[in-house]
């Protein structure tokens, strides 16, 4: 990474060039925010978009800050919860205060798994770990004051407008919300960037709106698939549980639809940069993501290499054979990418993503897990291989 948290939070000031002049410009709280102005980002059309090479590249100086208090308001269910644990412990990590503010009950069921079941990682740092409803934040946090908010939970205004009135009453300076690349309108011209069309009757839109309007500091990043350790949602597992069990991995499609899959180190560290650096950050919208795309069939040719096993892919055309690809598959059945230019010029960010390697690693928890052994059904796989003329597997373990 080009910039360590450590590194932003130091005495001195570092200086980025950017891949070309950014024309980024921060929103202040007076102006409209209409579908064509929204976000403040290069528009698609814009010539320095692709391919012209950049007439030169512009210096970002990223000056220090002093530390921060950090309040993340945090999921309790998804593959989203993985970014505020991972977030609280770079800013840790850096000397920060961090409150991570969980949704619910902490006896709940869903707190005996990962992240939650390794919030003791954070405490130990020195982080505080409290849980409530975020309607109710000022009663869940006690009064306690913080110079930046993310929130990590709501995917509409209906969840968010709560944590975003008491951060406006509560003088907080800086409002960070993790949207989602699924915004954007499907392109000819992939990947997305930002200031890409986005579905305007999204829920995260109307969130992305109102912060603008809200507030003169605030940020908002939008991520795709991740992995890493204590992700709960299922991604490179999906892949691992038929690899290892020697059945063939179905793939909707040719397989050659692009997807971006990041490390979830690569998203806490864009916060983190974020958090740094509030004065770059403010009014920008961030992707959220790594800086390569993956096909289908090449994550399952990765996940294979992993597992130092054999693969067979099987394509199939999902209504020949009469199944929803969005049950039978983890991913979107198109290309589905995006690009993290915002960062890179704004931030100086620099991913760390390195897919072969951290699926090796993905795959030592896997196996150590002991989910390989457990017994599993896979009833659409079946169905997929018996209609494509294949005897569905009689064993499922």
């Not at 090479?53 to 993340?72: D, N, W």
């Not at 840790?92 to 969980?102: E, P, Y």
């Not at 908010?149 to 969840?159: E, I, S, T």
């Not at 009757?201 to 795709?224: D, L, N, T």
Request: glycine share 8%; charged share 20%.
């Amino acid at each position: 990474m080009a910039l360590s948290v450590a590194t932003a939070a130091a005495s001195t000031s570092t200086t980025f060039a950017s891949g070309r002049r950014s024309t980024y410009s921060q929103r202040l709280p007076s102006q409209s925010l209409s579908s064509s102005s929204f976000p403040s980002a290069l528009p698609r059309g814009c010539a320095a978009r692709r391919r012209a090479a950049p007439a030169s590249r512009a210096a970002i100086t990223v000056r220090a800050q002093a530390k921060k208090s950090v309040l993340i308001v945090n999921t309790n269910s998804g593959g989203h919860a993985v970014i505020g644990f991972y977030f609280a412990k770079e800013l840790l990590a850096a000397g920060h205060a961090v409150t991570v503010l969980t949704v619910g009950d902490e006896g709940s069921d869903k707190m005996k798994k990962p992240p939650f079941s390794r919030f003791s990682e954070l405490t130990s740092a020195g982080g505080k770990t409290v849980w409530g409803d975020p309607a109710d934040i000022g009663a869940a946090v006690g009064g306690a004051s913080f110079d930046a908010v993310l929130d990590n939970n709501g995917k509409d205004l209906d969840a968010v407008k709560p944590v975003a009135d008491w951060a406006m009453s509560a003088g907080v300076g800086q409002f960070l919300f993790i949207s989602s690349a699924g915004i954007y309108k499907p392109t000819d011209e992939p990947p997305h960037v930002e200031g890409d069309a986005v579905k305007e009757s999204a829920g995260h839109v109307g969130v992305e709106k109102y912060i603008a309007e809200q507030f003169s500091s605030w940020a908002s990043f939008r991520p795709q698939y991740m992995i890493g350790s204590g992700n709960n949602k299922d991604c490179e597992e999906w892949f691992f549980d038929r690899i290892v069990r020697k059945r063939p991995v179905p793939i909707p499609g040719n397989g050659m639809q692009l997807t971006n899959i990041a490390h979830v180190r690569d998203l806490s560290s864009m916060l983190a940069l974020a958090v740094e650096n509030p004065g770059a950050a403010a009014g920008k919208i961030f992707n959220c993501v790594s800086d390569r795309a993956v096909t289908l069939d090449g994550m399952a040719r990765l996940c294979a290499a992993a597992a130092g096993a054999d693969l067979e892919i099987v394509h199939y055309d999902p209504a020949a054979v009469g199944v929803e690809a969005k049950k039978a598959f983890p991913f979107r059945n198109m290309h589905f990418y995006s690009e993290p230019r915002a960062a890179k010029e704004v931030l100086g960010w620099t991913s760390t993503t390195n897919l072969p390697e951290d699926l090796k690693e993905r795959y030592a928890e896997y196996a150590s897990s002991g989910r390989g052994e457990k017994a599993m059904t896979f009833d659409l796989d079946d169905k997929v291989l018996a209609a494509l003329g294949k005897a569905p597997a009689s064993v499922s373990v």
